[in-house]
């Protein structure tokens, strides 16, 4: 079955700090991968996605992910983290062809500190 | 840029009763795709509509059901609601031409069942 799992249940970072969260995958073939950002109340916001060619891909708000197909992972990276990063961040994958329902990660709750 | 708009944004019904979520998905874009997430939880794949015809299905009770109309916009019927119903559900949609796997989100429907 296909699956993503995203270990980290809860970061905690200090402003200006860098970032990584972890994201894993398991699919019979490489799925298409996403990265969604939601605030507390709010919609699913798309930071980026990978679906082949360069991985390392870049995204919104200063965010980039590497897809290493030989560890399965996906992981989303930031140089630098804002007050304004703190939210739920979930990874998400897909099958090719379109028209596919994405499986979510469980999500990692990202807090930022002074 | 034009947003996945959903409506209601809030709803509270008593259990048993009936409620309508509405998804109108962004121009252009003939699948529509709706999920359910539970407090704390992922993003649960409930149904999906490529063309208004229903393209997959995933963990949605028989008292769901949801359609697709002509102008693309979707409908999610709930009936017979229970507490366990209470989630926000998210009604995503994505392109006809180019990027067929990108699902951008709604603001989602936050239902609460007393």
């Known amino acids: 079955a296909q699956s993503v799992t995203q270990p980290d249940i809860h970061i905690t970072v200090s402003e200006g700090a860098s970032l990584e969260l972890r994201c894993n995958y398991s699919y019979g073939a490489t799925p298409y991968l996403f990265w969604y950002v939601q605030s507390p109340g709010q919609g699913l916001q798309l930071l980026l996605k990978y679906f082949s060619g360069d991985t390392l891909v870049q995204g919104i708000k200063g965010f980039e992910a590497e897809f290493k197909r030989s560890q399965s992972s996906f992981n989303l990276r930031k140089p630098s983290v804002h007050w304004s990063d703190a939210a739920e961040y979930f990874c998400a994958g897909g099958l090719s062809g379109g028209n596919e329902k994405l499986t979510f990660g469980t999500g990692t709750r990202l807090t930022i500190i002074p | 840029a034009a947003g996945v708009i959903q409506s209601p944004r809030h709803l509270i019904k008593e259990k048993r009763e009936t409620a309508t979520l509405k998804c109108y998905p962004i121009p252009r874009h003939d699948t529509v795709y709706w999920y359910q997430q539970g407090p704390g939880q992922d993003p649960q794949f409930l149904i999906s509509f490529y063309e208004k015809m229903q393209s997959d299905k995933g963990s949605i009770p028989d008292r769901f059901s949801a359609q697709q109309f002509s102008d693309y916009h979707s409908e999610l019927n709930m009936s017979s609601l229970e507490l366990g119903d209470s989630a926000l559900y998210f009604c995503?949609?994505?392109?006809?031409?180019?990027?067929?796997?990108?699902?951008?989100f709604g603001p989602g429907t936050r239902l609460l069942v007393l």
């Open positions: 995503a949609s994505s392109p006809t031409f180019g990027n067929q796997e990108t699902q951008y």
